[in-house]
């Protein structure tokens, strides 16, 4: 599943490359991103570096940095759904972070999406932002941060990997 918005798995090395991250209209960077507790910094890093190649505004930096951090520790819950090789690297459904420019009327984007492997929400329905979450709840957050920062403008949809085995 790809958010605009787990069992035990084995060890993963959090060795992520580096990529080059750019982005231009029509064109689309996709990084994996790690599965251990450096998934959010990672996320974080990538979009910092293509909002700078861009030259977003550090307000929406910042807004977007958050919300691709939200969107990658979401991540971290769909770990059900990797596959991995005999050495217990990840070769399908690991986490992926895809950054795009599009234009919506007259004006440019930058479209951050993180796709998982899960094939559907949790109770089989997306959160609903307009429903408030319990003070004390453990999670659930994440979303009515994406929405307050977007204005609404977030999404979800089934896709396939860009990179891996899929």
């Known amino acids: 599943m790809l958010g605009s918005l787990a069992a035990d798995t084995p060890h993963v090395s959090?060795?992520?490359?580096?990529?080059?991250?750019?982005?231009?209209?029509?064109?689309?960077?996709?990084?994996?991103?790690?599965l251990d507790a450096t998934c959010s910094?990672?996320?974080?890093?990538?979009?910092?570096?293509?909002?700078?190649?861009?030259?977003?505004?550090?307000?929406?930096v910042q807004d977007g940095v958050?919300?691709?951090?939200?969107?990658?520790?979401?991540?971290?819950?769909?770990?059900?759904?990797?596959?991995?090789?005999?050495?217990?690297?990840?070769?399908?459904?690991?986490?992926?972070?895809w950054l795009y420019l599009r234009t919506v009327s007259?004006?440019?984007e930058l479209v951050c999406k993180v796709f998982d492997a899960l094939p559907r929400w949790k109770d089989d329905a997306p959160p609903d932002p307009a429903v408030p979450v319990p003070v004390d709840a453990v999670s659930g957050r994440g979303l009515h941060v994406i929405d307050g920062l977007s204005e609404g403008r977030w999404g979800h949809h089934l896709t396939r990997a860009r990179l891996g085995g899929w």
């Open 66 to 97: 958050t919300m691709a951090s939200e969107l990658a520790a979401n991540s971290m819950h769909a770990q059900t759904g990797i596959q991995f090789d005999v050495r217990g690297c990840a070769v399908a459904g690991a986490p992926e972070m």
């Open 14 to 34: 959090a060795a992520v490359p580096a990529p080059a991250v750019t982005v231009s209209t029509g064109g689309c960077s996709a990084s994996p991103l790690p």
């Open 106 to 108: 007259g004006a440019q």
């Open 41 to 60: 910094a990672v996320a974080r890093r990538l979009f910092r570096t293509a909002a700078a190649g861009v030259g977003l505004a550090a307000e929406s």
